[in-house]
């Protein structure tokens, strides 16, 4: 796959018009204005060029834009102009499906407005714009067929009405996406369709049939690509612009040759780097990658018809091998706890190494005995898979990863699957080798970059130190549409005042949602705490005429916030991901209520790892680290309240620390309006004033 220019190296990039169009189309009374209507901005003209004049230049950029700016049009106009002058690639990476859907289905048909309203922008009308999902989401039609061909050796007879059931979507969907296909399909039957595979490739598939081959036709000559972080790390990983054409000492481009790189919901990048920068590997993956192979109790799999009896019992003594090693370190090291540091080599035996060596051996044999074509490519890439499975528990065992901290977990529904994880403890190196030193312009955006109105701390953890900083704030009178309360008689969270600390919570909780007439979005830290409250109080928001929902039951944060949306009053009980990128406007979204001041666990090994090496270079864990981090997140909670000009709404604080410790006055600064009342149980009923 190649950008827009496969020239790169030889012809000079045309000269970019991004920062003289930005001044015409974002100046007050501009073409915006003019053209479409919109109201005139202060903050994102600033951002608009700003962001322009970064990318003529090819420099990096931090721009934190509170809510309201109106940032996405700010990087996106100039961006589209920048790609299209230049024949270069813009990738806009977000964190949540719900920015990713706004951009596609609002953002971009308001900028193609834009440029079809103007004829001195009619040249950029027809940019081309796709979004890039991972192989295995799209469906193979060459996969499709070969599975309907090989039924019987693939498949049992419930598996094959399921794939039935995909070849009949298959008929009449647009897209091909695994999304878009209800129910979701199994995922044993996905596997064997899906286009992540090499079977899946220009060579064995029609391009104008295959769903992967089509998107992927649309990706090599879009002007603009839309991803999700997780992808843009895995796909940094798999090589970035160099496994796409970028090649020798001037190869510029973070995915693509001459690509360049837009951040949004920025703040999340660390943890999401952090993530996928690392090793994970778990018994429910290394089990679903064995039974594709050979499952010996369908008798299905790939090895039925191209393997024979060695090599189905390999698989078999592999998938004995597995179950073996997985029950040991959930019966030893993780008996007493769900989530444990591995700090020394050599916590379990290298038992699975043996048998998937074996096999991996005996598939490269069976590849070698067959000419080119899909069977062998299937087989190779097999072996392939294989190869990582090992190379991954080799690392683990050893600990091998310089700078990397290492972890086991259970987890799923039954806490049955074991995973082995480890993460680089500081992320800065990679991202500063991976992202900003890939000589291309690269934007970090976000609501909430800064502490105390600084972005510096932001920019050292992402390695971004010499990038250019800028803040613009929210253009909406939070003074007067936004009340803040505290309340100030909850008990301090403690072991020993456990008991009344939650009891405070769940009166507090009573108390806000039936004196607030539109929708309540509860924001915990804790699973265990959200249930206990939800237990109590459930049955009585339903009696009340208050629609109830919590994060964790059968509908996802989008289908969550949807209804929300819908419902007008509805109460909705949310942690971890609910703090951030939930967007409700209007009174179906009246009241924040945070529970707790959002400090990450300290036991968890990524952070006792980090705080060790803070530690160890001379800093202050809980300054450097745990504040920061809790800071930004209660910023992104208290953003889910105040959406547009017209919305108005309280936010109250059920952590007395706020007031009782001196970090505290910093969470309150960082409201923008920082003004709280104090409540009590007893002052309460006369002190807290909604708006009706």
Request: charged share 25%; net charge neutral.
């Amino acid at each position: 796959m190649i950008g827009l220019r496969d020239d790169q190296a030889s012809a000079p990039p045309p000269p970019s018009r991004a920062p003289e169009l930005a001044a015409k189309i974002f100046t007050e009374g501009g073409w915006l204005h003019a053209e479409l209507k919109l109201e005139h901005r202060p903050q994102q003209e600033t951002m608009a060029r700003a962001i322009a004049s970064a990318l003529k230049a090819d420099e990096s950029l931090l721009f934190e834009a509170g809510t309201g700016v109106g940032k996405s049009l700010a990087y996106l106009v100039p961006g589209i102009i920048h790609a299209v002058d230049q024949q270069r690639q813009l990738i806009v990476s977000t964190h949540t499906i719900s920015l990713q859907e706004q951009l596609e289905t609002k953002d971009l048909p308001l900028v193609r407005r834009l440029f079809q309203s103007n004829p001195a922008l009619a040249g950029y009308a027809d940019f081309r714009a796709a979004v890039l999902l991972g192989k295995s989401n799209y469906l193979c039609t060459t996969r499709l067929a070969q599975a309907l061909s090989d039924r019987a050796s693939l498949f049992a007879d419930a598996d094959y009405d399921e794939l039935q059931r995909i070849a009949g979507w298959a008929e009449t969907t647009d897209s091909g996406l695994r999304h878009d296909l209800r129910p979701p399909p199994r995922a044993e039957v996905w596997d064997a369709v899906n286009a992540d595979s090499s079977s899946c490739s220009r060579k064995h598939c029609d391009c104008e049939k295959c769903f992967y081959q089509r998107a992927r036709g649309r990706i090599r000559t879009a002007h603009l690509i839309i991803v999700n972080h997780a992808l843009l790390f895995a796909l940094v990983n798999a090589g970035g612009a160099r496994a796409h054409g970028a090649t020798g000492p001037e190869a510029r481009g973070v995915l693509f040759p001459g690509d360049f790189l837009v951040l949004d919901e920025a703040h999340t990048v660390p943890d999401v780097a952090t993530a996928n920068f690392g090793l994970s590997l778990s018994s429910y993956g290394v089990e679903r990658a064995l039974k594709y192979l050979y499952n010996p109790r369908t008798k299905r799999g790939l090895l039925r018809k191209l393997g024979g009896p060695e090599a189905q019992q390999l698989v078999s003594d592999a998938l004995d091998a597995s179950k073996h090693f997985f029950d040991f370190l959930s019966t030893t090291l993780l008996a007493a706890r769900p989530v444990v540091r591995v700090r020394e080599a050599g916590v379990a035996e290298p038992t699975l190494d043996g048998p998937l060596g074996a096999l991996q051996r005996l598939v490269g044999k069976l590849a070698d005995k067959l000419d080119e074509g899909r069977a062998r490519d299937e087989l190779l890439e097999q072996k392939t898979r294989l190869k990582g499975l090992q190379a991954g528990l080799t690392e683990w065992l050893n600990l091998a990863a310089e700078g990397h901290v290492y972890w086991a977990e259970r987890g799923g529904r039954k806490q049955t699957i074991v995973s082995l994880r480890s993460a680089p403890i500081d992320v800065a190196p990679a991202l500063r080798e991976h992202l900003f030193g890939c000589g291309v312009s690269v934007i970090c955006t976000s609501a909430t970059l800064a502490l105390a109105g600084d972005i510096a701390a932001f920019a050292n953890r992402l390695g971004a130190d010499h990038a250019r900083t800028e803040i613009v704030h929210s253009p909406f009178d939070y003074k007067r549409n936004m009340r803040v309360y505290i309340a100030a008689d909850v008990p301090l969270p403690s072991p020993q005042e456990a008991k009344l600390s939650l009891e405070a919570l769940t009166d507090y909780i009573r108390f806000c949602v039936h004196a607030v007439k539109g929708g309540s979005l509860v924001l915990f830290t804790s699973y265990t705490d959200m249930r206990a409250v939800a237990a109590t109080l459930e049955s009585e928001f339903r009696t009340a005429g208050r629609p109830f929902m919590m994060q964790g039951a059968d509908l996802s944060r989008t289908e969550l916030a949807e209804q929300m949306r819908n419902l007008g009053n509805a109460v909705l009980f949310g942690t971890d991901s609910f703090w951030t990128g939930v967007d409700v406007p209007g009174d179906a979204l009246a009241q924040v209520i945070i529970t707790r001041l959002p400090f990450d666990p300290p036991t968890h090994p990524i952070t006792e790892a980090k705080t060790e090496w803070i530690r160890d270079h001379g800093g202050n864990p809980f300054n450097d680290l745990t504040l920061p981090d809790a800071l930004i997140k209660f910023r992104q909670g208290a953003g889910r309240l105040i959406r547009s000009q017209a919305d108005r709404g309280v936010i109250t604080i059920l952590d007395s620390r706020v007031l009782a410790k001196s970090y505290g006055r910093l969470f309150l600064q960082s409201l923008p309006q920082p003004e709280a009342t104090r409540l009590t149980r007893e002052t309460r009923a006369d002190l807290f004033k909604p708006f009706t």
